[in-house]
């Protein structure tokens, strides 16, 4: 296995799942799924990747076909509604300890979607848990909104990534995220932690970079990952390739800065 910085010093005893959302789209929230994914395997980790958000970017980023939009493949979300086992859509991927549960077209039916917000939060997070235990995280994607798929990511959560791109407008979105985290966490889902905010496509010739930094720093002290993910077109081109950035180019800045993230993840526990 190679370990990356001796990531494989830190070990997790039961399963973490995180989510990576944001109501904003085109900040990197599935370009962060990828390749803290990927990180984490990387260290020795085994991932799930649950992609929930019908575009199914996440499921096409690491190299997984995705089902036709007329399909009836991957129908894990009625089985998750269902008490029916998630086992049997897990997918192996090409990448060493990652699987995947691919997007279903499901993700689309808002009946399926409407079923699982009236359901009992406590009764599906428990049938994922049983799902996931033989992995150390469950990575979930949801689409770039706050209602339905988003909240049920989070309602399955321990634990929240914010991505913030460092360009204009980069606080709006957090004022409704933030409360809807609450408002779980006093409702559906008590353990749910906010992980940290992540800024993203950081340019370092740019003094807008800088000032939203400071920013997000001075609103949200301690709130942020020392890890910054610069702008980098390896990862969009990974992506586009099927499989994470690091594999694809393993000198790209971006990679390392997810490799810090997954650093930073591990020792938040």
């Known amino acids: 296995m190679f370990d990356v910085f001796g990531l494989q010093a830190w070990w997790r005893e039961v399963t973490r799942a995180i989510t990576v959302a944001s109501q904003k789209g085109g900040v990197g929230k599935t370009t962060t799924v990828i390749n803290l994914a990927a990180s984490l395997c990387l260290a020795g ?19 997984v076909e995705v089902p036709a939009a ?6 894990y979300l009625s089985a998750l509604l269902n008490g029916d086992p998630l086992e049997p859509f897990i997918c192996e991927t090409e990448h060493e300890n990652l699987w995947v549960l691919p997007s279903s077209p499901e993700a689309s039916d808002l009946r399926v979607v409407r079923d699982l917000e009236a359901a009992d939060a406590d009764a599906l997070r428990q049938r994922m848990r049983d799902a996931a235990e033989p992995f150390d995280y469950v990575i979930l994607d949801c689409p770039p909104s ?19 791109q460092c360009e204009y407008y980069a606080m709006e979105g957090l004022s409704q995220i933030l409360p809807l985290v ?8 008590p353990d749910l932690e906010i992980e940290g905010l992540l800024l993203t496509m ?14 997000i720093a001075e609103f949200f002290e301690g709130g942020t990952f020392s890890s910054v ?30 490799v810090e993230l997954a650093r930073e993840v591990m020792e938040n526990g």
């Not at 706050?146 to 913030?164: H, Q, R």
């Not at 950081?202 to 920013?215: I, M, P």
């Open 70 to 75: 007329d399909s009836d493949e991957f129908p």
């Open 182 to 189: 609450k408002k779980i966490k006093n409702s559906t889902n």
């Open 146 to 164: 706050l209602a339905g798929l988003p909240t049920l990511a989070l309602e399955l959560s321990d634990g929240l990534i914010v991505p913030v």
């Open 229 to 258: 993910i610069p702008r980098d077109v390896l990862l969009a081109e990974a992506t586009s390739h099927g499989c994470p950035a690091f594999q694809y180019d393993c000198e790209s800045k971006g990679a390392w800065a997810y």
């Open 45 to 63: 980790r085994k991932v799930l990747l649950m992609d929930l958000d019908p575009q199914a970017n996440a499921t096409s980023g690491v190299g």
């Open 202 to 215: 950081f340019s370092r010739e740019l003094d807008l970079s800088h000032d939203v930094v400071d920013q």
